[in-house]
């Protein structure tokens, strides 16, 4: 069974940094994308950044230049690093993974259970 943990999550104020990360037990090759979703408070659940087995990054307008989703290898990780941090930026955090069954070869998503991000002075 695919597992995705999401950790890193925290209370920082405005202009401050952190780095979220996503681990999940399946090698890289067997994983098509993962994403990173957020909920803010009242709100849906948006994309905010994704990142391809073939690393190519997309990113919401509201983030593009304060967040980089990157892959890391050696703890088979998805991170994101997130710069100026923003009031709007505050939610829940989640990690989106789609990965081929090794059992019989179907594309599925798996979700984290969220991590909470809270910008506040």
């Known amino acids: 069974q695919v597992q995705v943990v999401e950790s890193g999550g925290g209370l920082v104020q405005p202009g401050g940094s952190l780095r979220l990360s996503c681990e999940v037990n399946?090698?890289?090759?067997?994983?098509?994308?993962v994403a990173w979703y957020r909920q803010p408070p009242g709100k849906e659940r948006e994309l905010v950044a994704s990142?391809?087995?073939?690393?190519?990054?997309n990113y919401t307008d509201s983030v593009k230049g304060r967040f980089t989703i990157s892959r890391n290898n050696a703890k088979n990780t998805v991170d994101l690093q997130m710069n100026s941090l923003k009031s709007e930026d505050t939610g829940v955090y989640y990690c989106?993974?789609?990965?081929?069954?090794?059992?019989?070869?179907?594309?599925?998503?798996?979700w984290g259970q969220g991590t909470q991000v809270t910008v506040s002075s």
């Open positions: 399946r090698p890289f090759f067997s994983i098509n994308l």
């Open positions: 989106n993974v789609a990965a081929r069954s090794v059992r019989d070869g179907i594309i599925r998503v798996h």
């Open positions: 990142i391809t087995r073939g690393l190519s990054t």
